[in-house]
């Protein structure tokens, strides 16, 4: 094994771990998964250590080492990605990809597209809508908190950015749930239509609740995986917090002004 081959295997194992973790895959899949390409290819000296937002690599080659150190940022979750990566490590295992294939396949994937912004739009507006309902509401809280929560994801793609913080922006987005919550049923109200702000409330923030974090991280320390799963609880727990102070701030903002009560 000389070290040009080498080296191509190390960074297509990488480049794999890379897009499995940044789009959800927990640290065990990710790392099983890197291990196994490697030695589909015939690099047994192959070794990689998985964080949440890290990754650390060697290869021992015959003629010298090599390794590989890359930060992966928390991106968006696009599960398409992970499934084509899933299919892509089980056809390298057979045997029937070589690395230049697998390399072209595997930037083909890497550049599938998310969800256009309108249909993640009608997706957040219905999915608000629908736990408002789950939650004890009926069609007022439904429509109410379908305005909502399409408003807060139109806000959130077309003002909010990754620059402004995980933190800051979910505070705020939270705050334009309830703000625009709060004037719907308002809405509702003039036109004699009753609406609970409660429901519709707790159905436009379900949409930015960190489920899938919250699930990876209790996967991960089921798998021995502690750090990273404290990483990802912790992480979980910033955001629940952030949204809180979002829906609070608006309240007591609100109280401030009409002199009522939170």
């Not at 640290?27 to 192959?46: H, L, N, P, W």
């Amino acid at each position: 094994m000389n070290s040009e081959y080498s080296r191509a295997v190390l960074e297509l194992a990488v480049n794999i771990g890379e897009t499995l973790l940044e789009n959800g895959g927990e640290i065990s899949r990710v790392q099983e998964t890197m291990e196994r390409v490697a030695k589909s290819y015939g690099c047994d000296q192959f070794h990689a250590y998985v964080l949440t937002n890290g990754i650390f690599a060697s290869m021992d080659g015959r003629e010298d080492g090599d390794g590989a150190v890359r930060h992966v940022p928390t991106t968006r979750v696009h599960l398409g990605r992970v499934a084509g990566v899933n299919e892509l490590s089980r056809d390298i295992a057979s045997g029937n990809v070589p690395p230049e294939e697998a390399a072209a396949r595997l930037a083909a994937i890497r550049k599938l597209p998310y969800t256009s912004p309108a249909a993640s739009v009608a997706a957040c507006a219905v999915g608000a809508g629908c736990f408002a309902v789950l939650f004890g509401g009926s069609v007022p809280e439904f429509a109410v908190a379908f305005f909502a929560g399409g408003v807060m994801q139109i806000c959130a793609q077309k003002f909010l950015t990754g620059s402004m913080g995980k933190i800051i922006t979910n505070i705020l987005l939270a705050a334009i749930v309830v703000l625009f919550g709060a004037l719907g049923t308002a809405a509702a109200a003039a036109l004699g239509v009753a609406a609970n702000l409660d429901q519709v409330i707790i159905g436009g923030i379900i949409p930015l609740v960190p489920g899938m974090v919250l699930t990876t991280s209790f996967r991960d320390f089921a798998n021995g995986d502690y750090l990273s799963g404290t990483i990802r609880i912790m992480d979980a727990l910033l955001v629940a917090g952030s949204i809180a102070v979002g829906v609070g701030a608006v309240f007591a903002v609100r109280a401030a002004l009409t002199g009522g009560v939170l």
